[in-house]
């Protein structure tokens, strides 16, 4: 069977009200009769089946013929939604995972699960991008984009959010704003707890779109403590209801950051960047004072530096390049040299960070160092303590940085063909 199409629901901060809305998206899009499922994604902090008032502990999980897990089916309002949480199996005990098998239990959750319906609506963990970027990774070419739910005092984590999407060419379904305002039951005002938003305007930014605003409402509470699943009542769904428009109009499609990860490496672009790099690192020694820039961050002399070029996965090397700072010199060594630190980096992360520019679909956008190690496109290990290590990193990032000072148009030239 195909893969189910993707949305997952995300939010950087914790609370903001994704679960909820997940729920309530899900029940929409069953509501107008598409066969949808549901997967909580928060591992340590599971709570869909909670709000869908999905007795979890006792369901005991069971397996198909060919061991895919059988999810179990939430009825409501004769309306059917598939559900898979790790509350099946762990019920209400905490589950201490680390990181990446979390992700990876995830991932089997998505792909192998015995799924009968055509969208999966991910509930995932706040913060988290990594295991964000897993979820949407097993999606694949049917993924479909992320909803982000957001708080009004939660503007600067919006743009965080979004900066990630954008830097990983991730489909964004649009924002829905929850906990906008207090509608008090006694006065019947509409309270602004969190004071003015800027959500609409960050959106528009973005160039995404805003479905609305939904308000802290006492009848989500009085469902819950009905023993009904938290459906949002009718006056306020209208965000709810623009998500699920948008999510039924929306094409899947494989994010950039995937798409990137299996270029292909031809020799003739092996040869090119190694050419490339040559030239950089000639220019580097006529032009920058590498002396001062090994004092000023006390770097040893003679330690060998691995810059291992790589694809998008960081797994496929594309060239290799052994280089070591002595005597105020940068040299290039032979493959026999028994690296201190190993740098290993996306090649185009390293062209677009030299460059301090990243070609997306909207144009160019700001690029460096730092934004291609926080997000993963540069990673470094050594034989030392981590910060030791990390200041080879700082040293080339330094040394290429004062020769962009210098040589941008030399640069531009060397390195613009290959961006
Ligand atoms: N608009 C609302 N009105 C009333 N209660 C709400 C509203 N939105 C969320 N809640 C309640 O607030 C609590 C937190 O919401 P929810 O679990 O959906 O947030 P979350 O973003 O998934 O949190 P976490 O980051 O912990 O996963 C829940 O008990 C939920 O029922
Ligand atoms: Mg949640």
């Known amino acids: 069977m195909a893969m189910p199409l993707g949305i ?34 928060d591992i340590s902090n599971a709570n869909l089946l909670t709000l869908a008032n999905y007795d979890g502990e006792s369901t005991s999980v069971t397996f198909t013929t060919d061991h895919r897990i059988v999810p179990a089916t939430i009825t409501f309002d004769n309306i059917q939604l598939e559900v ?38 991910v509930d995932a963990p706040a913060g988290y991008y990594d295991i964000h970027k897993s979820v949407i990774a097993s999606f694949d070419s049917s993924y479909l984009g992320t909803l982000i739910v957001t708080q ?34 006694n006065c019947k005002t509409e309270h602004f707890i969190y004071g003015a938003s800027s959500t609409e305007e960050i959106a528009s930014n973005y160039g995404i779109e805003f479905f609305g605003s939904i308000p802290l409402m006492m009848g989500v509470r009085e469902m819950l403590n009905a023993g009904k699943p938290a459906i949002i009542d009718e ?34 672009l092996k040869n090119s960047l190694m050419k490339a790099a040559v030239e950089v690192l000639v220019l580097a020694k006529r032009t920058v004072p590498i002396a001062d820039i090994q004092r000023q961050f006390n770097f040893p002399g003679g330690r060998v530096i691995h810059l291992r070029l790589t694809d998008r996965s960081l797994e496929r090397p594309v060239v290799d390049l052994f ?14 040299a028994e690296p201190d630190v190993t740098i290993v980096m996306y090649y185009k992360a390293l062209i677009w960070a030299i460059l301090k520019r990243r070609p997306t679909e909207r144009g160019y956008e700001y690029y460096d160092f730092l934004t291609a190690y926080l997000n993963d496109e540069a990673r470094v290990y050594g034989k030392r303590e981590s910060w030791e290590n990390m200041r080879a990193w700082y040293v080339l990032q330094v040394v290429l940085e004062r020769l962009r000072q210098y040589q941008p148009a030399q640069l531009e030239s060397i390195l613009g063909v290959l961006a």
């Open 8 to 41: 997952s629901v995300m939010s950087g901060k914790g609370g903001t009200g994704k679960t909820l809305i997940a729920l309530n998206l899900a029940f929409e899009l069953a509501r107008r009769g598409v066969k949808v499922a549901l997967l909580d994604a």
């Open 84 to 121: 898979c949480s790790v509350e099946m199996l762990a019920g209400s005990r905490g589950v201490a995972k680390p990181g990446e098998q979390s992700a990876a239990m995830i991932q089997e959750l998505i792909k192998y699960t015995a799924w009968k319906s055509d969208y999966i609506i």
């Open 152 to 185: 009004p005092a939660h503007s600067k984590d919006l743009i965080r959010v979004l900066d990630l999407h954008s830097l990983n060419e991730i489909p964004v379904i649009g924002c829905i704003e929850n906990m906008s305002s207090f509608i008090c039951d």
């Open 235 to 268: 006056e306020y769904r209208a965000p709810i209801v623009r998500a699920a428009d948008a999510a039924l109009k929306a094409k899947p499609r494989k994010p950039g950051f995937l798409e990137k990860a299996i270029e292909s490496i031809t020799d003739s």
């Open 323 to 336: 280089l070591t700072l002595k005597d105020g010199a940068l040299k290039v060594l032979d493959k026999t």
